[in-house]
C-alpha cells in the first residue's frame, strides 16, 4: 500500500491574480499533506492548473508513473471545464473528484468580496462535475469537509479500490493443471480478462512443480515448519505430513516468486507425482498473501489476492471460501462456509491447529495436513466474479458471519458460519438469480462500496445484493443491465 501514490490536481485560472493562485497553492499543499497523515497512501500535490497544457500533462504524467495509483481533483476556485477535456479525456488512471472546501464555516464578519472570491469550491467543483459527467467519465464523487472522519474513510476506502485496481493490472496467475472436469463457472474467457482487468492466466506442469519439490531441502523444511510450529499448534502426530506440506509450500513458493505471480491455482485431478492436495501449503501462502483457488478456479484466486491487496492493514481478513451446506432452521437460518482443505487463515477467530484427516477426494496417496479453525464473527462481504459471455460481472452480498452454531467436532476443515442478507434463502435466490458462483472471496475488511468503486474503475457490470434487495426488483436490475452491457 506505501509503495503507491495519489495526485492531488487543483483547478483554478488566472482570472484572479497570482495572490488567490499562491494561497491556493498554499493551502493545497498543506491539505494533501495533513490528509496523507490518515489515509493508507500519500496525497502528493502536483499542480494548481490554469491551462489545458498544465491538466493535460499532469495526465499524461500520471498515466506513465508506476507508483501512481489514481489522481484526486479538486477546484478551491472557477476552473472552466473546457480546459480540462484533453487531459481527461486521455486519462488512464483512477480519479475521483473531492468536492471540498478549505474552511468549514461561512465566517460572518468576514466574509466580503474578496472571501467569495478565493471560497468558490461550491460552483468550482459543479463546472468540474460538468465535464466529466459530459464526457462520461468513470469516476468517483465525495463531497464534504476535507478534515471529517467520514470524508478520510470515504477516501480512504476509494483508494484501497484504486489500489485494487493498479494489483488487478499487475496480475499473474499460475494455474497447476486445469480447471476441474466439466465445471460451468470457473471457466472464463483469460484474453478478455487480461484486455479488461490486466490479468496474465497461464499454466505451468504439475510435473515441473514435483520438480521443484524435490529439490527442497531439508533445513528449508526445519525453518518453514518452526514457523508453522510458532503461529499454529499442532494437533497431530503426522510430522511426514506436516513436512511434505512444507515442502510443497516451499516449491510453489519459489515457482510464484519467480514469476512474479501473486495467486495460484490447482486441482485435486491433477496432482500427478504428489502425494497429498496442498492444504496447509495453500493455507500459508494466503496468509502471506497470495491468492488461491481450487479446482482450478483462476478468477477467485486472483479476486483473492486483489481482495487481500485492498483490505491491507484492516482489522480483519480476505480468504477463499465456499459455500458448502446450510442450516435450515427457522429463525437460525445460516451458511456454513469451508472448502475441501484449503482456507486461508487470516479468517480464523482463534489460533488454527494442524489436523491430519484422510481425504477421499482426489489422487491422495497420504493424509493431507491442514489448518482447522472458526472464522471470526461481524459484518463481511462475499463476493463472486463470473463471465457471462462477452462481459464479467462481479456479484457483491453483504453477510453477517457469526461463532458458528454448532460444534461439529468431526469436521476436519475450517469453517466460517454466516447470515446472509437480506435472509438465508431470499439471499440464496438473489444470488443463484444473479449466477454467483460456489466460489467466492470472503472479507471482513473490503466493503461493497469498495468493490463498486474497483467494479467501476475495470468497467465491468457489478450487482450488490443487500438487507434491501428483493429477488423482483433484482431481476429487473438484472434485466436492464443486460441490455446496457450489450449496448456498450
Ligand atoms: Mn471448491
Known sequence: MKKREFWFVVGSQFLYGQDVLDTVETRAKEMAAELSKVLPCPLVYKVTAKTNKEIADVVKEANYHDECAGIVTWCHTFSPSKMWIN???SLQKPYCHLATQYNKEIPNEEIDMDFMNLNQAAHGDREHGFIAARLRMPRKVIAGYWQDEKVHKRLSDWMRAAVGVAVSKEM????????????????????????????QVNTWAVGDLVKEMNAVTDAEIDALVAEYEANYDIATDN???????????LAMKKMLDREGCKAFTNTFQDLYGMEQLPG???????????????????KVSAMTAILKAMG?????????????TYHLVEGQEYSLGAHMLEVCP???ADKPRIETHHLGIGMNEKDPARLVFEG??????????????????????????????????NLPVARVMWRAMPDLTTGVECWITAGGAHHTVLSYDV??????????????????????TTPEKLEEELLVKDLIWKLK
Open 172 to 199: 499473474k496467475v499460475m494455474r497447476f493443471g486445469d480447471n476441474m472436469r466439466e465445471v460451468a463457472v470457473t471457466e472464463g474467457d483469460k484474453v478478455e480478462v487480461q484486455t479488461k482487468l490486466g490479468w
Open 346 to 348: 487470516s479468517l480464523a
Open 239 to 249: 510430522t511426514a505430513a506436516i513436512r511434505y506440506q512444507a515442502r510443497e509450500e
Open 280 to 298: 496447509l501449503a495453500s493455507q500459508h501462502l494466503m496468509a502471506q498473501g497470495y491468492g488461491y483457488g481450487g479446482e482450478g478456479d483462476w
Open 87 to 89: 487531459g481527461l479525456a
Open 376 to 409: 471470526k464473527e461481524g459484518p463481511a462481504i462475499v463476493a463472486s466474479l463470473i463471465d457471462m459471455g462477452g462481459r464479467m460481472r462481479l456479484i457483491v452480498q453483504d453477510i453477517e458471519a457469526v461463532k458458528p452454531i454448532l460444534p461439529m467436532p
Open 312 to 324: 491491507e492493514g484492516g482489522n480483519g481478513a480476505s480468504g477463499f471460501m465456499e459455500d458448502y
Open 447 to 468: 466493503t461493497a462500496e469498495m468493490m463498486r468503486d474497483w467494479a467501476r474503475m475495470m468497467d465491468i457490470e457489478f450487482v450488490h445484493i443487500t438487507k434491501d
